[in-house]
Each structure stands twice: as C-alpha cells, then as structure tokens.
C-alpha cells in the first residue's frame, strides 16, 4: 500500500565521517535528528523534501563540555540536557531558561539546539541567547572544519551560510561577563510560539538580541552602543524600535511587538541594575 511517506528516503549513516561522506556524494540530503519540526511539515503536507539523512545518535555530535573559559554543546544536545547540564546553569544560565521555555516536556526531550539552529526560524527561543552570548556555530564537512560567530551565521530568513555539505558539529560559548536575563512573551505561558524573545547581557557594552522581530534573530547594535553611552532609558526604548522590523502575522501585529520589545527593555534594564 503507498501513502503519503512512499515518497521518502532516509540514509541511516554508520558514523559522522559517514554522514558527511553522503552529504558531499548523495546531495540533496536534509539531516533530521528530533524531527519535531520535520514531522508537522509531514503532518501538514508542507514539506517538500523528501530524502533525509539521519543523524540522531551519532558519536561525535552531542555532549556537554568545557575547556578553560569555552563551553562547548554537541549539536544533538538536547533541551532536557541543556536543562539539566551544571555547567550550562553555571555559565550560560539564560540558555537554561530558554530551553525551559521550548513546547513541552516531550519536546525538549527530542530537540536539539543544533537543529533549532539549522531550522533558522526567527522566533527560535534559544537563538537569541546565542547572539547575546557571541558563540560560535562549528560546520563540518568532510574536509574541513571551521567556526561561524552565530552574529553572521543567517543570511535572511531561513537562510544561512551553511553549505550544503555541512552539519552542525557543535556550539562553543565564550566567557560570559555581567548578569544575563532572558524574557520569552507568547499567547499563553507554555507551549506557545514567541511574539517577542529577548536575550540580554549587562556588560561594559550591553549585548541584546531579539527573536520574532525580524527575517533573523538580531542583534540591536545602535541601542547597545546608547545604553552603554549611558543614555536615557527612554531614548535607548525609542532608538531600540526603530531598529527592529517587525511585521504583522497570524501572531502577533508590529506595534505589539515594538511596543513589548522596548517594555522588555526596560525590565532587563531594571532587573540587572
């Protein structure tokens, strides 16, 4: 009997070398490893993809690790193990609660931060922690390896520099310094797709990012440089929404959002004083 999944092919690699070998000889290939975006495009017939590489598993792309002041999380780390890593708490502690607020406990079981990465929706929770922070997104091919800041990683929406015949390896965090906030607000207070997520750190320079404002989790570079000017809070709010370009959809309207993204600037900058 065919059905709608007939269609599909799905590699099931040995190894990573295995993994990036068919990516560079079998292309187009699209590695799956939660499947919990992959699965509502199957649910909802919008995905148009149909030959798969499965990574989940894979020695070599997951754990938690730390060497000297870096923070290295393999790309199939999950939620659940972001939440419940020590050394995630201790260092990047706004990672923690934005994992928190990913769908729910099934969810962030199977969701990887390599893939919220490589899915590149805006309104990702994690990625704004990972501007904030600076990380670096380590791609690798067969051949080579090399490290991405996660600030020019997206090239528009769903877009990246990424190569076809790349995954992602693992995410590396430098030294934090200053307190780290983050604020997630949705429809409802769990389960829910952002309207705005904002992920910020109180430093020499302040280092904001937002989610579900943009084509792309962004960075506000103008506000930052204000703040640390030290500036009026009300004219880092104003120079803050001129920045961001939001659009109205299914969730939310631009001014909702302009107006929440300078009140959630206010409330970092409040509660770190």
């Avoid at 937002?210 to 709010?237: F, I």
């Amino acid at each position: 009997m065919r059905t709608s999944l007939s269609p599909l092919q799905l590699l099931r690699p040995r190894s990573l070398r295995d993994a990036l070998r068919l990516l560079r000889e079998e292309r187009p290939l699209v590695p799956l490893a939660g499947c919990t975006d992959v699965y509502v495009g199957l649910n909802f017939s919008t995905l148009h993809d149909q030959r798969f590489l499965n990574i989940w598993g894979l020695d070599g792309l997951g754990g938690i690790s730390a060497d000297g002041d870096v923070l290295r999380i393999g790309a199939l780390a999950t939620y659940t193990e972001i939440i419940g890593s020590p050394l995630v708490r201790r260092r990047v502690p706004m990672l923690v609660s934005a994992a928190r607020e990913v769908g729910a406990v099934q969810i962030q079981n199977r969701g990887t931060l390599g893939g919220n990465i490589a899915n590149g929706s805006p309104a990702g929770d994690t990625l704004p922690v990972l501007a904030a922070a600076e990380a670096l997104v380590e791609l690798q091919s067969i051949d080579a390896t090399r490290k991405v800041p996660f600030t020019t990683f997206y090239t528009g929406y769903r877009q990246s520099v990424m190569r076809s015949d790349e995954l992602i390896t693992a995410i590396e965090f430098p030294r934090i310094e200053g307190p780290q906030w983050f604020r997630k607000v949705g429809t409802r207070a769990a389960q829910s797709i952002s309207k705005v997520v904002m992920a910020a750190v109180r430093a020499d320079r302040p280092r904001i990012a937002l989610g579900s404002v943009a084509p792309t989790v962004v960075r506000v570079p103008r506000t930052e440089e204000a703040l640390a000017a030290g500036a009026a809070l009300t004219d880092a709010q104003r120079m803050l929404q001129e920045e961001i370009h939001p659009i109205d959809d299914i969730r939310s309207t631009a001014a909702y959002r302009r107006r929440v993204s300078a009140n959630l600037l206010a409330q970092f900058w409040g509660d770190t004083a």
